[in-house]
Each structure stands twice: as C-alpha cells, then as structure tokens.
C-alpha cells in the first residue's frame, strides 16, 4: 500500500479550496452552525450582562444616596447640640480666629447647602428605589 506525499495533498488541497481528509476518500460531515441563532444567544448573554450592571449602578446609588441623608442628619444634629461654641471664644489668639472662622465658614456653608442636598437625595432615592 502506498502513501501519498503529504506535502503534495496539501498543496492540491488549497488549490482545489477542499479539506485532505476528502482527497483521501473519507466523508466527514462539518456540522453547520446556524449563525443567526449563535448571534442571538450571544447578544441575550450580553444584553443580560448589561441588564446586571445597570441594576448594579442603581443599587450602589440608591445606598449612597441613602448615606449622604444620614450624613446630613447627622450633621445637623452635631451642629445642633454644640450651639455653635465658637460664639465665645477669644480671637486674640490668631489660632483660635482662623480656627473659629474656618468652624463658622463650614457652619453656614452647611445651613445653606445641606436642605438643598437633602431634599435632592430624598428624590434621588425615590426615583432610584427597586420597581415592583
């Protein structure tokens, strides 16, 4: 029995554009995908993947939301109890002036900004809650 050159069945191979395997006489069939069902199982997978990820975000925002209100409460509540005691100190001492300024900068910052804050996070958790 002879065996022919395999250099040679590969070079008749690709100029004849068909497998060695069916110049040597055997039959193998080559299932064919279906490509458009491949697509869709693909493009399901990553519509899934993205589904998940904005779930995610709207979770880690909603608790986020959920701890700039406690932080705010907070806040106002420390701020509350102390009475704002830099009332009565004594700025001669240039430590205590910058330190009473920066302390009742931060206090007014605060009053001012902290219900605009509060409010839009009482929104942002209502739009961002789970829908049933």
Known sequence: MS???????????????????????ETVVEPKVDDLKVISEKLEIINLQLAQRK????????WLLISLCTLIVTISAV?????????GWDYNAPETAVLGVAFHSFEWLFVRLAPIILIGSIVGIFLTRKKV
């Open 3 to 25: 065996v022919p050159d395999s250099n040679m069945l590969i070079s008749i191979s690709q100029v004849l554009e068909t497998p060695v395997s069916t110049l040597l006489g």
């Open 55 to 62: 779930t995610t975000r709207r979770k880690i925002l909603h």
């Open 79 to 87: 701020l509350i109890v102390l009475n704002s005691p830099y009332l």
